[in-house]
């Protein structure tokens, strides 16, 4: 993983009372997972102390150095973001969403379909969206015994292999 490199984990929101809490809106999931994070990169600044809490349904945190509500203000709307060293590292056969978009998509008879520019959460199973000469919504399932769609993703070749009919 590059130390340099960033990853954006969320947005600033609002601000949470007078002292310089902020509110924000977490893109993890779960949501609280962004609290596990103690160091964050707002507005291209580096806050290496970060405390942060999940407060019924919001996501509050304190930054080091903000201390009243009017600088709390000039960070609205502020990509929250970590270094990418940050990350927990994942087994092999795991992947960030993030590691998937940009791989180009063939099916298994090598019909080329285009590039994942996006995924969706839909609750019954993650979706890729796919974009070549058309958009293709494929289920992302892995599992055998649940009609696997994902057959092979190699993130060194930037490839994914799924199970799709070209007409669907």
């Not at 970590?82 to 008879?109: H, M």
């Not at 839909?122 to 890729?128: F, L, S, W």
């Not at 958009?135 to 057959?151: F, H, M, S």
Request: a negative charge; one cysteine or more; proline letters at 2%.
């Amino acid at each position: 993983m590059n130390k340099d490199s960033r990853v954006l984990v969320g947005k600033v929101s609002g601000c949470f009372g007078v002292k310089g809490w902020l509110k924000v809106f977490s893109y993890c999931d779960p949501r609280e997972n962004i609290t596990t994070y103690k160091s964050w990169i707002v507005g291209g600044k580096v806050f290496d102390s970060v405390e942060s809490k999940r407060n019924g349904k919001l996501i509050v945190a304190k930054l080091e150095g903000i201390n009243d509500k009017d600088t709390a203000m000039t960070l609205m709307g502020q990509p929250v973001e970590i270094r990418e060293d940050q990350l927990e590292q994942l087994r092999p056969e795991q992947f960030y969403w993030r590691d998937l978009v940009g791989l180009e998509v063939t099916n298994t008879k090598g019909i080329a379909f285009g590039t994942i520019t996006n995924l969706l959460e839909t609750g019954a199973n993650d979706v890729i969206i796919i974009k070549g000469e058309r958009e293709r919504l494929v289920p992302y399932i892995t599992d055998a015994d649940n009609g696997r769609t994902v057959i092979e993703v190699d993130l060194e070749k930037k490839t994914m292999v799924v199970d799709w009919h070209e007409d669907d």
